[in-house]
């Protein structure tokens, strides 16, 4: 039994395809890439049953005009001065399926973070009549 069970589950391993990749999405978490950080590039991939599965380096091609890939992520320099990056991610697979989209680099710095102190000293205060919440 052992040795007629083998050969079988080989063979249907062998024969069975992968999940199959329709089509792909750009599903982003941001509108802007900042500069001096790694920017996440989100991509799905529809499967035949409708269901989608997220995709990483492993399975796409990244491409940009500006900046370096280190797997889904994008790093922009500090200095970089253009307003936007183009880019383009193409299915390993299937060369056909490919989405081309531009980002824009964020241009308003971001807000100043609290101190730990300045964040426990507003819990504190909360609640406590005639104290100035800002």
């Known amino acids: 039994m052992k040795k007629t ?7 249907l391993a062998i024969n ?3 999940q199959q990749i329709k089509k792909i999405y750009v599903d982003l978490y941001t509108d802007s890439l ?6 996440y ?7 035949p049953n409708g269901k989608y599965i997220p ?20 790093w922009i320099d500090k200095n970089f001065r253009d307003e936007k990056v183009d880019l383009t991610v193409t299915l390993r697979e299937d060369r056909s399926l ?9 241009k308003k710095p971001d ?8 964040l426990m000293r507003e819990i504190r205060n ?8 800002d």
């Open 5 to 11: 069970l083998l050969p079988i589950l080989l063979c």
């Open 16 to 18: 069975s395809k992968a």
């Open 34 to 39: 900042k500069k001096g950080t790694y920017n």
């Open 41 to 47: 590039i989100n991509i799905d991939g529809q499967l």
């Open 55 to 74: 995709l990483d380096s492993t399975q796409l091609i990244f491409t940009a005009s500006a900046g370096k890939f280190s797997g889904n992520s994008l």
């Open 98 to 106: 490919h989405k081309e989209f531009t980002l824009y680099i964020k």
């Open 111 to 118: 807000p100043e973070l609290k101190t730990s102190d300045e």
């Open 126 to 133: 909360r609640g406590k009549p005639g104290k100035n919440k």
